[in-house]
Nanobody, 126 residues
Framework: QVQLVESGGGLVQAGGSLRLSCAAS????????MGWFRQAPGKEREFVTA????????YYADSVKGRFTISRDNAKNTVYLQMNSLEAEDTAVYYC???????????????????WGQGTQVTVSS
């Protein structure tokens, strides 16, 4: 089992920044690729960004490319999401998720992830 705990959400004005953290425990962190997803009210949960086990490869949804940055610190068992130039449309609950390293990773799909955090609310006021 992997336990994931997100933190860092809050209320920010449009154009501002937030950094989310996701602390993992329970298994060897570097055995997992990590992803961030978000779910706005009345909408499906959607892919935001993902990072492979080493941090050497990252993937972004088009809607956040150039504004959000994912990173990880395997020594601290933590993955981060730096969010800049926030827009009202970024308002959502943000979830981190863990996917065991596999030969054919599926980093952009919810179904690829085995473990999920409880989520942290991000609200961007316009």
């Amino acid at each position: 089992q992997v336990q994931l705990v997100e933190s860092g959400g809050g209320l920010v004005q449009a154009g501002g920044s937030l950094r989310l953290s996701c602390a993992a425990s329970g298994r060897t962190f570097s055995n997992y690729a990590m992803g961030w997803f978000r779910q706005a009210p009345g909408k499906e949960r959607e892919f935001v960004t993902a990072i492979n086990w080493s941090g050497g490869r990252t993937y972004y949804a088009d809607s956040v490319k150039g504004r959000f940055t994912i990173s990880r610190d395997n020594a601290k068992n933590t993955v981060y999401l730096q969010m800049n130039s926030l827009e009202a449309e970024d308002t959502a609950v943000y979830y981190c998720a863990a996917q065991p390293v596999r030969a054919s990773p599926n980093l952009k799909s919810l179904n690829g992830y085995n473990y999920w955090g409880q989520g942290t609310q991000v609200t961007v006021s316009s």
